[in-house]
């Protein structure tokens, strides 16, 4: 018993002595005058790049090319498509085909006159 309190004793003092010494003193936040470390700001555009110096398309060229690729249609189908699959050479002796899947089952939401 003599010898459990002993060691106790002892780690309690290695555990005190092992502590870090004490932290400065925090300023008080309510003191005006209180120091305070300076502030800095960084914007979290600092880092963009422009992608490219595309020249901008006007929005009745960009509509006439739209209606030349076949409108909103063309869009709605490559939507549809599935993920593209790997390349493999089988993959690539298939033929593609224009015609645009049906909607899943279940799904009524959209209806086509």
Known sequence: MR??????SLLATLTVQAQPAAKAAR?????PKASVPALSYVSSFSQYRLLGEEKPVSWRDANDTVTRIGGWR???REAQQP???PASPAASAAVPTDKAKPMP???GGHKMP
């Open 3 to 8: 010898s459990a309190l002993l060691a106790a």
């Open 105 to 107: 089952a279940g799904h």
């Open 74 to 76: 063309v869009y709605a």
């Open 27 to 31: 300023p008080d936040p309510l003191d």
């Open 83 to 85: 993920d593209p699959a």
